[in-house]
């Protein structure tokens, strides 16, 4: 537990001190910087989280391929940051992107393209942005 | 792992299936129906995501207080979800809401409220929305 007086500092502070899960790793939104649409929820580590401040390109933690990964460095699709943004308890950034092309490996703009909606039974899921920015067949070759 | 087809339908079908995490939870980005800005960032378990979708009104799961916590139900500060979407994997929601007030439990509109910037001797934090909305020792008594 933290205190009243840890908790204000990090709540009220300006030392920034990234408060990392039990994986090493903070939530990271990006969106788009012109329409503040919401491209893409990831994770970064400490070095990405380094990276992406010292090189204004987006950098982020792959929990599926345990990797440092540069946002774009197979598909093309990188990501400028704009403004770098931390939440009340320092477990969550948000970042506003000036987005290459699509955010999603499935090559659409965002990876949010589908919406939820209820139903008679349960809910339902429908496409609010189909199209491909890029073939992801073409772009990740195995 | 997943299967080829079974990664394929997550992606592209209609089929509402949310991957919960280890803890039973979805990530949850909450942003501003109007202007675009990113509220908050929590959690969602099953019957959250349930009652969120039922009733219109943004429930959530607190990890700090492992309990179900429909948003605004201390501060009056309530959420009305004006639309919901799923990523392509189903492990994170995005809610397009009205906010009533603030967002965030510090009185502030938006959690984000301090940006983060490279400095001489690593990043810094500065304000760029300071005002509260609300006085949080006032709303949340002990």
Request: glycine residues 8%.
């Amino acid at each position: 537990m933290s205190t009243a007086a840890e908790i204000n500092d990090i709540e009220e502070g300006l030392a920034f001190r990234p408060k990392f899960d039990a994986a090493g790793l903070v939530t990271c939104v990006a969106t788009d910087a012109a329409t503040g649409e919401v491209l893409m929820v990831a994770h970064m580590n400490d070095e990405a989280l380094r990276k992406t401040i010292a090189s204004g390109e987006a950098w982020y933690f792959s929990r599926s391929r345990n990797a440092l990964w540069r946002k774009g460095e197979t598909s093309g699709q990188t990501q400028r940051v704009v403004e770098m943004r931390l939440d009340c308890d320092q477990d969550a950034v948000w970042i506003r992107v000036e987005q290459r092309g699509a955010a999603c490996h499935t090559g659409r703009r965002s990876c949010f393209y589908r919406k939820v909606e209820a139903g008679e039974g349960g809910a339902q899921l429908s496409f609010v942005d189909a199209e491909r920015l890029f073939d992801p067949k073409a772009v990740y070759r195995k």
